[in-house]
């Protein structure tokens, strides 16, 4: 093994087996399967151990081990170790017994799950003599990448649907990145990103970086298992739009059992999707490993993906865990993100609203037992996607500097308590 | 009549680096047998053993994946671009 790999052996095509060295490359040459990292599992379970992790600060960086750089991290040393809530208000508007959230809407720097992707994309990046970052984005994976190229000193370049919401935008502009909106959806913004990767020598991350990138999603799951204190959870409900997160949570659960660090009952995996964009719930309701493309129509943009890469790998996990997939109407989003909000007073954006209101309908059908126990994967924040309840969540009370306006005001609403 | 093949990385090894191709053939599955003609052991990266696209391979016909169109039986007239493209990551 090249001593500058740190834990990482090779990566390996998901499909065929094929190795490839470390480098900047993210598909088999041989049928274009995706590539990922493979790992020294014998070497990371002699320092990745329950007292090295007493010792270690709270970010995802302290399950370094399993995160694929050869050195130390250098760009988002201080993303992740997002608090993860008991939901008890919620699990009974739920209807199950017990609800957790793991609330990424709160996650350094930019306020999504994504920061976890980008600091392991970014430093990889660093190692490998890259200079300029970009991606293709739905908006918060363009934040991100632009905060914290920001911060490392590095050039960025963000491609984004032109129609996406405007504080996502903004939020992408205001770090200096060079914002670049392409009149098309998502698929196509990722088309066109595909063939600038391979023009350009700039470290895409979700294109020629995607192996080591998408590594990043597994500290969510180290996460909530160390939180729940090494026991995994019965049942997790993930957000999907390519599919990814889903597959690389469960993922992290199994080298967590692999590692002996979490217990080795297996944690049941679940995907919630925008009816609007839903080509991996659909196919399987169907109960079929392979899913047609879809030209989305959702307001959760962020999961509006019609062409999900890790769609088939999804359906995978969800099958051999036993868990199920569902979708939800942009008034469901709706309604579930003010559930979450009034509930447990989380605000979260459409994305966590399909979370939610998938889950609820998970459970409704008993696909998620109502006497067991759930993790709701909250991965972005409300403040990004206003636009999308804008006029649904009322409007304030205006009146007058006047006591007797106050009143009149309180006196028309019988529901208000006055002591 | 002839449209323009755009060769993703992976496989510009076999076209000899080159980045676009022209073919004459009048859909999208013709056009593979003809890139077969000319760079032998091209197709098998693209199709797989019952015939159909390799699930990790989209192709494009001027900017529309061919699953809306009519997959392998899309037609193809002068000046149509094709692109050969990865999946990608979500984002």
Redesign the interface.
Known sequence: MNKDSGFMKALKCR?CGREYPLEAT?????????LEVAYDYDKIKKTLTKDALSERPQTMWRFRELLPIAGEPTVGTGVGYTPLIKADRLAKWLGIREAWVKNDAVNYPTLSFKDRVVSVALSRARELGFTTVA????G???NSVAANAASAGMDSFVFIPADLEKGKILNSLIYGARVVGIR?H???V??L???IA?KYGWAFV??NM?PY??EGSKSMAFEIAEQLNWKLPQHTVVPM?????LTKIHKGYQELIKLGLANDTQPTVHGAQATGCSPISAAFKEGKD?F??V?PNTIAKSLA?G????G?YALKVMKETGGASDDVSDDEIRDAMKALAECEGIFTETAGGVTVGSAKKLIASGKIPAEDSVVLCVTGNGLKTLDAVQGHVGKPDEIKPSLREFEALIESDSKIKTK | MASTIRIPTPLRKLTNDQETIGVESDTVGGAIEELEGKFPGIKERLVDEEGEIRRFVNVYVNEEDIRFLENQDTPLKDGDDVSIIPAIAGG
């Open positions: 499909e993210h598909v088999c040459e041989f049928d274009f399967g995706p991606c293709a984005s739905t918060n994976l363009a098309g998502y698929d196509e990722n088309r990103c595909a063939e391979g979700n294109v995607r990138y998408a739009a390519s599919g990814s997160l392979f047609k493309p030209k993906i062409t999900p890469a890790d088939f």
